[in-house]
Each structure stands twice: as C-alpha cells, then as structure tokens.
C-alpha cells in the first residue's frame, strides 16, 4: 500500500452535469476526511468518515453534496448539478484515529 | 472553532539564506499544530506536528517549529534553504470539534532564487 489515492485526477464538465470522485485511503486507517482546496486557498474541510459512519458535515456541504463510504473502504464523493463556484481542487486524506492524516493528491475539478 | 494565520502570502528567499514562515494560532488550550508543505501537482505533505512536550520539534527535510504559547505562534524554520525548497506552505491546526479534522491557514508561497 503506497498511499492515499484518488480518481480522476482531473474532471473536466459541464455546469448541470454530475460528478462522482472516488478515494482509496490507505488501507488500515479507519479514518476519511474529504477537503476543498480553492486557487490561492488553504484546504477546506468538507466531511470526514470513522469507518462507515459519516460523523461531521461542514457547512461548506451544500445539499448538492454527498458522500459515502461503504464497507469502510473507499470513499466516494458526488456533485450534482454542478456550478461552476464547484471549482477547485477535491482532497481526501485517511488517519488512523487521531493521528496524523495522510493527503491523497486530489482531484482537480473545472466547471465550465 | 481553532484556527490559524499565516501573516505572509509570499517570502523570497536567496537560496542558502534562512528562512523563518509564520503561524499564529488561535485556541486557549494546547492546540495540536502541523506544517504541510505542497509542491505543485503534488499532494500535501507533512513536514513536522507538535501535540505536546518538547516545543522545538524537528521535521523531515532539515525543518524544525517552535511552540511559543505566549506568543501563541508556530513557526516553521530552515537554516539554509535550497531551490527546491520553492513551494506552498500551510500550517494547520486540529479542530477537536469536527473530528480532528484540520483547519488549515490560507498558505505562504516561498521563492527561493539564485
């Protein structure tokens, strides 16, 4: 296991469409925070799972948001209806407890 | 909610010069501290974290912090900083009431040239 990953690293649509990131934390961890990173901004944080269990949404998360991690594996985190302020860079980072967390190198996101 | 300040947006640096990024932190308890640094097109690192004891703590790539709770700072250091030091720096504080999730500061951008 080398890592947090994600994918696509870069997701190009159309403001209307749908779209659905995936992360793949590392594998022991039981902890999954996804993040918002816009241009010239620090990391935003969005939500975080302890296993299967959604526990925090921030209120960054509109409704068009949503997220699932089920089996407490992987993480998947769907815009619908997108706009184009959905701009920017998407992060997932997974920790073992409280621990330190380890950043994915995100997905890209452009809105047009 | 904890929170930090980064002061700086950009800092030049000479390469071989020294470098000294700031945080400030807001929380009245012992926050849990980090220093990420992110290169482009690269994901977020970590450079060092303080959770308590010792307040100089040493990180990877020849970087240290010190606490100073009457300052209520964090800053990162470097005694001589090399070309590829060049990239985004964020300090981040936990925020116990989210999670441990992390709320991070708006970054510094470091140049280092020749």
């Known amino acids: 296991d080398t890592g947090v990953s994600q994918d696509p690293r870069h997701k190009i649509t159309k403001r209307g469409q749908n779209v659905t990131f995936r992360c793949d934390p590392i594998?022991?961890?039981?902890?999954l925070y996804w993040y918002r990173q816009t241009l010239g901004q620090g990391p935003e944080f969005l939500t975080y799972f302890q296993n299967e269990a959604q526990l925090e949404k921030s209120r960054l998360l509109s409704d068009r948001f949503s997220a699932e991690r089920p089996k407490g594996s992987f993480s998947t985190l769907e815009i619908q209806r997108t706009e184009q302020g959905d701009s920017a860079m998407y992060l997932c980072a997974s920790s073992f407890g409280a621990d330190e967390q380890f950043f994915g190198p995100g997905t890209r996101l452009t809105v047009l | 909610a904890q929170s930090v300040t980064q002061p700086d947006i950009h800092i030049t640096v000479s390469e071989g010069a020294s470098l000294e990024l700031r945080c400030n932190y807001s929380?009245?308890?012992?926050?849990?501290l980090f220093w990420y640094v992110q290169s482009p097109g690269q994901g977020l690192q970590l450079l060092l974290k303080?959770?308590?004891?010792?307040?100089l703590v040493q990180g990877i790539k020849g970087f240290e912090a010190e606490f100073k709770r009457s300052q209520s700072s964090f800053n990162l250091r470097k005694p001589s900083v090399h070309w590829s030091d060049a990239a985004e720096y964020f300090c981040a504080v936990v925020d116990s009431n989210s999670g441990y999730a992390l709320n991070f500061g708006k970054g510094t951008s470091l140049l280092v040239t020749p």
């Open positions: 594998s022991e961890h039981n902890r």
């Open positions: 929380y009245g308890a012992t926050p849990y």
């Open positions: 303080y959770f308590s004891g010792d307040t």
